[in-house]
């Protein structure tokens, strides 16, 4: 288990050297953070096959003591953490190899692999820490590779903004993060998860509503959901590995999963797992809407990773477990899709249009069935890893509606069906564009299949978007029970005994066996719509044609933008001006701090004046003293 | 202690003075690159000593006594380094030596007497921190301060008359309240002299009495705030920043306005716990003050030395609400917030200089797209910025983290409004980073930005110095947090809250 340490170790040496001496480098910079990347899979597999893969291990280390105050920085392995482990180092390191390939032509590949090397890094961290304030502290250093990988265009003016954009939102997020911890180290005395757990499990009333609000924030900001979901699909902006990698597979997810950290040791009230369903599930139904409304294939790709992000959110409210199995079939079969963009750009010489792409699927075969079984696997298809965790989500709203008759799972459950239907209609709206009918741009014309960097690293995606959940729910273990379908075994177990025990609560809900037929029929009913309306593949977007209206309200998204901006632009700056030159400028500097220098000045010029010297004057302020010292004297 | 503890600590405080007197009296024997070469010498001199000094007071551990002396050097001021003024001292070393580095860069006239002033200013700062008597403290202190005013009026930019007289008015004001300050002290509880332990001494045998300890504590935070730029006392500080010459800047705003925060910590809050005490709301309030509306003001900054400028005036608020709490932990978060931002600001002037320097413009607005020509210098500003922000594996991070935690005890409204400093600094800072450094060039920056060259070779050394020691002490803060704690602990002022 000591190993754990290489796991980290490894890409922060790797982004080290890069930055210190491989900048320049063509290729050395990056082969040595791809095969950084591949240590830390390789470690982080015999770690998952060893004997002590199921155990749980801990350790710990005082960074620094003042008072009664220990910083620790510690590592933590746990099921969660053998399941999260697999997930960041094994698409981390597709996602290495891929970026070889589709990076090739750039001139700033050292900046680009030292980023993600740090972020190799800073994701683990996350994943192993032990305590909340460490995790804060890779949290940070995480929001930090993003924005500095988003930024890797940074001449463009949509890079720039959205990079500052990104991590300022984040920040937001991280202030009631932030506050979260210290409210939890001042009233327990510790954030250590374990120590938290003895607490919680003994004393569950002693969780606080508004300490896990706080958290609730940090989760916000960093897996994008309302109110600061804005900053997601502007990341697209990065290069795409990057969007694939950071802003769909991990990052955005370790929101997912520290919730789920918290939820399991009993951190989280039940308040504010109804305020994460409700929230999220709404997420779920309108990023779905959204993505209907946007052209650049990233961009819909985004607001379908917002989506699922929210899926996973309610699955949080619905038990965690839920919530990480969604995590781990969405981190496969998402980035595949982002995957698969890349190297649809890459071969369209960067064009991002879905109207302007079309008939891909005879010059890109590969990439074209790889991009099929993705989307078979999101939009929840039999047998894909997307429908089983999905519909384990969608099962357990609906149980847990028919069970306890509550408002509260009754919405959650009508908006998440909804966002079930929106998926295969604007997964269709994009296959439908960009693959199939005659190609609509010259740069569509000439895509051509690209090299095998790129599509290896898809080709095994692909077989995790289709068999990613089987070894999760089917228990097919093989090579002495060390792998369980697709994974080690190790991997599955947290989410394997979770759905096991809830399977027997789904299972007693009244109108069960209906609801699996109703789940099937709504992906029938989203695949049929969508090829009704966008089958035809016509190189515009027919809503867009016929109702402009419509179109534009999907378009704004919620004009969330419109409001930050007007509130960035009209209030904030305009406080900061008045500030800057009203009360600085004017009261402080000009009539506190002038004012006073002219009052002394100008008192002193008066005193001046009395003392002309003559005689006359000096025999009057000798009067004027006798009288004076007279007046004090007797008075 | 030992021998060499004495040689190192003198050295490092004393040699800067010394090679000063070397150029003064071979004046007319040297040129001014001699004289930049001495100058040189001496800061790597000192700095190494101070290193050696601090390192050998480290190794002590739990040993350390709250204040060790090195022994008297003839008849010049007895030193002594504490857990406070050990990363002090070698703060400002670290700063010096950056200083003097990039110093050499830069083509200066009247080099010889460029270079000799900065020589005392650093030993005046390497003093002050180690004086072992009050009185030298103050006195040193001065040393420090005369120089940034002469050489403010000698080579600054526009402004700077109004600038250097408002400065010396204000810093002159505020130490002369805290003088009598510190004299009320010595009247008030009869100590045996100004020395540190005396006074410490005679406080533990006649403690002061409440009454007199609102007052004098009043005086001393007011007149040491004044020379940290406590609100509302703090006008002084953007101009002066952004109009001395960038070296003295960078002593000025990295080392020499962390001596009022060091007096409190060390002098004002153990010998007058009880008037802290009292005064302890309305200094976080004032704080509070440091923290958002200056916040706010330098959101609206287009210059980009008065917009660091004013972010240091911001993040003295932080140190001041760790103070506040009266707390172990809070002020020992306040020291590694001295630390890290008298290292992370000094780097801010220096590459905001460099970039005015090379791009002729100082409105951000007007920049833009620098880093095609410039990665290595955007490189280190991204840095400079990221520590000003909070990012963890720099120092400020875990001053900020260490603060903000003890600041919930003490009040969690405080805590939550002191931590919209983390978004603030987030939103100057990297609207900084996108003016200057992404984007496409504008105006007439796209004129002539082929002819802009990327850091240059004693500004990349300079610059790496400040680094490398940033995330030193952002990867191992134990280095600072480990003799703060002895001492602080040792205060029985800072072992009441929680």
Redesign the interface.
């Known amino acids: 288990m000591q190993s754990l340490n290489l796991l980290l170790l490894l890409p922060l040496l790797s982004a080290a050297i890069i930055v210190l001496f491989l ?1 320049r480098s063509k290729w050395l910079g990056a082969i040595l953070s791809t095969a950084s990347a591949a240590a830390c899979f390789a470690v982080a597999v015999s770690i998952l096959l060893g004997d002590s893969a199921n155990s749980v291990f801990k350790s710990s280390l ?8 220990t ?1 620790n920085v510690g590592l933590f392995y746990d099921s969660l953490t053998a399941n999260m482990i697999f997930v960041v180092c094994g698409v981390g390191l597709l996602i290495h190899v891929y970026s070889i390939g589709y990076m090739d032509d750039d001139p700033a590949k050292g900046r680009f692999f030292a980023g993600m090397s740090f972020f190799m890094f800073s994701m683990t961290g996350i994943v192993l820490a032990s305590n909340l ?1 460490m995790m804060f ?2 949290w ?2 995480v929001g ?1 590779c993003s ?2 990988l988003i ?1 890797h265009y ?4 949509v ?3 959205a ?2 954009k990104a ?2 939102v984040n ?2 997020g ?2 009631g993060f ?2 979260g911890i ?2 939890c ?2 009233t327990f005395g510790t954030t250590d998860f374990c120590e938290l757990a003895s607490i919680f499990w003994s004393f569950p009333d002693k969780a606080s509503t508004f300490m896990g609000l706080l958290i609730l924030c940090g989760f916000l900001g960093k897996s994008a959901q309302f109110p600061l979901q804005v900053w997601l699909s502007d990341a697209m902006a990065g290069p795409t590995p990057v969007s694939a990698l950071i802003h769909a597979a991990t990052m955005v997810a370790a929101g997912v999963f520290m919730m789920t950290r918290l939820s399991h040791i009993g951190f989280l009230t039940g308040e504010v797992l109804a305020v994460v369903l409700i929230l999220c599930s709404l997420m779920a139904f309108c990023a779905g809407l959204w993505a209907l409304g946007q052209n650049d294939i990233k961009k819909i790709l985004a607001y379908s990773t917002l989506a699922h992000l929210g899926m996973m959110g309610a699955g949080i409210g619905l038990g965690a477990g839920l919530a990480m199995f969604h995590l781990t079939t969405h981190a496969f079969f998402k980035a595949t899709l982002f995957l698969v963009a890349g190297s649809i750009i890459h071969a369209c010489h960067h064009q991002q249009d879905i109207f302007k792409m079309g008939g891909i699927f005879k010059r890109m075969p590969v990439t074209s069935i790889v991009a099929l079984v993705a989307t078979l696997s999101i939009i929840a298809v039999p047998f894909f890893a997307g429908n089983y965790s999905k519909e384990a989500i969608l099962a357990t709203a609906f149980a847990k509606a028919s069970q306890t008759g509550s408002a509260l799972y009754d919405t959650a459950f009508a908006l998440l069906i909804c966002a079930a239907f929106l998926t295969p209609v604007y997964m269709g709206r994009l296959f439908f564009n960009v693959f199939l009918g005659r190609p609509h741009s010259k740069e569509a014309e000439e895509a051509s299949e690209s090299g095998l960097f790129m599509t290896v690293p898809l080709v095994i995606l692909s077989v995790y978007s289709l068999g990613g959940a089987w070894g999760f729910v089917g228990g097919f273990s093989w090579l002495d029970g060390k792998f369980s379908g697709l994974l080690p075994a190790a991997s599955t177990s947290f989410v394997g005994s979770f759905l096991a025990e809830n399977a027997q609560y789904i299972h007693k809900a009244a109108g069960y066996d209906v609801f699996e037929w109703v789940a099937l029929l709504v992906t029938l009913a989203g695949i049929a719509f969508a090829c009704l309306v966008y089958g035809r593949a016509g190189g515009s977007d027919p809503v867009e044609g016929k109702m402009p209206a419509l179109y534009k309200v999907l378009n704004k998204h919620g004009w969330f933008d419109d409001l930050y901006d007007w509130y960035v632009a009209k209030v ?2 305009r ?3 008045f ?3 009203f ?2 400028l004017f009261f ?2 000009l009539l ?2 002038r004012g006073s ?1 002219i009052v002394g000045a100008v008192v002193g010029q008066g005193v001046k004046k009395l003392h002309d010297c003559s005689a006359n004057s000096q025999v009057k302020w000798m009067v004027a003293g006798v009288v004076l010292v007279f007046v004090l004297i007797f008075a | 202690m030992d021998t060499s503890f004495d040689i190192t600590l003198n050295t490092a405080v004393y040699a800067p003075f010394a090679f000063a007197i070397i150029i003064a009296v071979l004046w007319k024997a040297i040129g001014s690159k001699t004289a930049a070469a001495i100058a040189a010498l001496s800061s790597g001199v000192s700095f190494v000593s101070a290193l050696a000094a601090c390192w050998g007071f480290y190794k002590l551990g739990s040993n350390m006594a709250m204040f060790a002396p090195a022994e008297q050097l003839y008849m010049l001021p007895q030193l002594c380094l504490s857990g406070v003024s050990a990363p002090m001292l070698f703060l400002a070393a670290t700063v010096s030596l950056a200083a003097t580095i990039y110093s050499l860069s830069l083509d200066i006239k009247n080099a010889k007497l460029y270079f000799v002033l900065l020589l005392v200013m650093q030993g005046g700062l390497c003093g002050a921190f180690t004086s072992a008597n009050v009185l030298w403290m103050y006195m040193f202190h001065e040393f420090a301060l005369v120089p940034t005013f002469i050489a403010m009026v000698i080579w600054g930019s526009a402004g700077k008359r109004m600038a250097a007289m ?1 400065m010396a ?1 204000y810093l002159t004001l505020g130490a002369l309240v805290s003088l009598v300050g510190i004299i009320a002290v010595y009247a008030v509880t009869g100590a045996a002299g100004f020395n540190m332990e005396a006074i410490s001494a005679a406080v533990v045998s006649k403690p002061v009495s409440q009454y007199w300890q609102y007052y004098i504590f009043a005086m001393l935070m007011f007149g040491l705030g004044t020379l940290v730029s406590l609100f ?1 006392f703090y ?1 002084w500080a953007p101009r002066t920043y952004a109009c001395a010459p960038t070296a003295f800047a960078m002593l000025h705003a990295g080392v020499l306005k962390k001596f009022g925060l060091f007096m409190l910590i060390q002098f004002a809050i153990p010998v007058l716990p009880l008037g802290c005490a009292d005064w302890s709301h309305t200094m976080a309030v004032l704080a509070l003050f440091n923290v958002i ?1 200056i916040g ?2 330098t ?3 287009r210059d980009v030395k008065l917009m660091v400028s004013y972010s240091s005036v911001g993040h003295m608020g932080m140190c001041f609400l760790g103070l506040a709490t009266m ?3 809070g002020v ?2 306040a020291i590694i917030m001295m630390f890290g931002h008298g290292l992370s600001v000094a780097l801010m002037l220096m590459l905001s200089n460099i970039v005015v320097n090379r791009t002729n413009q100082w409105d951000m607005m007007k920049m833009g ?1 620098l ?2 020509r410039t ?1 290595v210098l955007a490189g280190f500003f ?1 840095a400079g910025t ?1 520590a000003t922000v909070g ?3 720099f120092a400020n ?2 001053g900020e ?2 603060i ?3 600041l ?2 003490f009040s ?1 409204a405080i ?2 409004l002191g ?2 400093g ?2 603030f600094s ?2 100057y800072g ?2 900084a ?2 003016r200057i ?4 060039p504008s105006g007439e920056l796209s004129k002539n930005i082929s002819s802009i060259a990327d850091i240059s070779g004693a500004e990349r050394v300079a610059a790496s110095v400040l680094v490398a020691v940033l995330i030193l002490a952002g990867t ?3 280095l ?3 003799p ?2 002895v001492l ?2 040792s205060f029985p002022a ?2 009441q809250g ?1």
């Open positions: 900048r005082a960074l620094f003591a003042l008072g009664d105050f910083f304030f502290v890779y940070e250093l930090f924005y500095a930024a940074a001449d463009t003016e890079a720039r903004e990079s500052k991590f300022i920040r937001v991280d202030f932030l506050l210290i409210f180290y001042a904030q700056q406080i900061a001006i500030l800057a030159t009360a600085d402080i500097e506190c701090v220098g | 408002q008015i509302p006008t509306y706010f003001v959101m609206a900054q707390s172990v932990l020992g978060g797209g880093y095609k990665p991204i990221m990012l963890p594996m991070f875990w983290l260490a903000l935690t003890s919930w005890s969690p805590c939550a931590a919209t983390l978004i987030a939103v990297l609207r980073v996108a450094f992404m984007g496409v191992c803060p134990g600072i947090t480990k703060a704690d602080l602990k800072y072992n929680k």
